[in-house]
């Protein structure tokens, strides 16, 4: 079992930086790849980033490319979302998750099977 609870969102101006946090319980964290989702309001779950169980090896969505960056600390059980550049179109619900079933990173959100309650970003224009 893994638990995870997101923190960090908030409001935010165009431009602006958020660092959001995803702590997690359980032992299986540190052996798991991580991810970040987001899904804004009438639109599907986007996937925006992820990391593989050692945190050397990372990959993006391309809409958040150069801006954003995940990182982790398996020695605090918790992984991190760096938003640099913040748009508009980033303000979305954002969704930490942990694919327990996998080392390496995974950018498809079934293979996740455990998942954060979800932050608020919200970015003003």
């Known amino acids: 079992q893994v638990q995870l609870v997101e923190s960090g969102g908030g409001l935010v101006q165009t431009g602006g930086s958020l660092r959001l946090s995803c702590a997690a319980s359980?032992?299986?964290?540190?052996?798991?790849?991580m991810g970040w989702f987001r899904q804004a309001p009438g639109k599907e779950r986007e996937f925006v980033a992820t990391i593989n169980w050692r945190g050397d090896s990372t990959y993006y969505g391309d809409s958040v490319k150069g801006r954003f960056t995940i990182s982790r600390d398996n020695s605090k059980n918790t992984v991190y979302l760096q938003m640099n550049s913040l748009k508009p179109e980033d303000a979305a619900v954002y969704y930490c998750a942990a694919a327990s079933g996998w080392s390496t990173w995974q950018d498809r959100d079934y293979r996740y099977d455990y998942w954060g309650q979800g932050t608020q970003v919200s970015v003003s224009s």
């Open positions: 359980g032992r299986r964290f540190s052996s798991s790849a």
